[in-house]
């Protein structure tokens, strides 16, 4: 992670990202935001812009897509999704290691290739009724954008479309945690107040789908990227041999909530 920014519970990040951010030291001044260029956006055009962002990911409940979350060029998520015939499977990458997982209708498989207290490093099955709400491994209707975009798309500030492209300010505190992009304070802390009001660009493709939602690195927070491609690709999902139920140590550590 870039300057005191670090991961928030990298042990159970799995798809769900989030980044524990850091205040500056005295010998790292806070920066700003970069200011969006142009006319500020009123509430009509903010109002087009994420109405064009929201009909954007709506191939999230129609096709298949694969989707890739960045933060840093540390820690990287990726994940090919078929809502429609229940089918996923997805990798995290970090510094300490990686994660698998395999989802086929209401199955859900997990391999962890980190430490974790009290898991094996073998595959297992997990018991979706015990997975945390903050932790969202479902097909279901509004929690199946394993890239998170809805979270972004809701914590919008001020928006305004130029053709494909649309630019603004997100509110980093706002966007909470789940699949996808996650801005956590410190422990007792805060994020910081440029946070409320950090810069964002999106682009959509020539049929109006999210193509990528960038946050580039500003007053404290680290660059983050979420794209989406691969459309219409068929996705084929195997189911791992020898998976054995998951123990109960691994359930209070999904997700950012610590099993809450």
């Known amino acids: 992670m870039t300057r005191r920014a670090t991961l928030a519970g990298i042990s159970a990040g799995l798809l769900l990202l989030g980044c524990t951010v850091g205040a500056p030291t005295e010998s790292e001044p806070k920066r700003r935001s970069a200011p969006v260029s ?3 956006a009123d509430a009509t055009t903010t109002a087009e812009a994420i109405g064009l962002l929201r009909a954007g990911t709506a191939f999230v409940d129609q096709t298949s897509f694969r989707s890739d979350v960045d933060i840093a060029s540390q820690v990287a998520a990726l994940s090919h999704s078929d809502n ?4 996923s499977i997805g990798t995290i990458s970090t510094p300490g ?3 698998e997982i ?10 962890i290739g980190l430490p974790m207290r009290g898991v094996g490093d073998g595959w297992m099955v997990l018991d979706p009724a015990r997975v945390p709400s903050d932790f969202a ?5 509004g929690r199946n954008d394993f890239g998170g975009s809805g979270r972004l798309i809701d914590a919008i500030v001020t928006a305004r479309a130029n053709g494909s492209q649309i630019t603004g300010t997100i509110d980093a505190t706002r966007i909470g945690a789940g699949n996808g ?3 956590q304070p410190p422990p007792g802390g805060a994020l910081p107040d440029g946070a409320r009001s950090h810069a964002f660009r999106a682009t959509l493709d020539t049929e109006g789908r999210l193509v990528s939602f960038l946050i580039p690195e500003a007053s ?9 491609s691969d459309f219409g690709m068929t996705v084929t999902v195997a189911r791992p041999p020898g998976a054995v139920a998951a123990p109960d140590a691994l359930y209070p550590q999904l997700g950012l909530g610590g099993g809450r």
Do not use: T, W
């Not at 429609?84 to 089918?87: E, G, L, N």
């Not at 491994?137 to 209707?141: D, I």
């Open 102 to 111: 395999r989802m086929i209708d209401d199955e859900v498989y997990m391999k």
């Open 38 to 40: 142009g006319p500020s």
């Open 97 to 99: 290691g990686g994660i």
């Open 84 to 87: 429609v015939h229940k089918r």
């Open 220 to 228: 404290g927070l680290p660059n983050a990227s979420l794209r989406y």
């Open 181 to 183: 992009i996650s801005f």
């Open 137 to 141: 491994l479902s097909f279901a209707p």
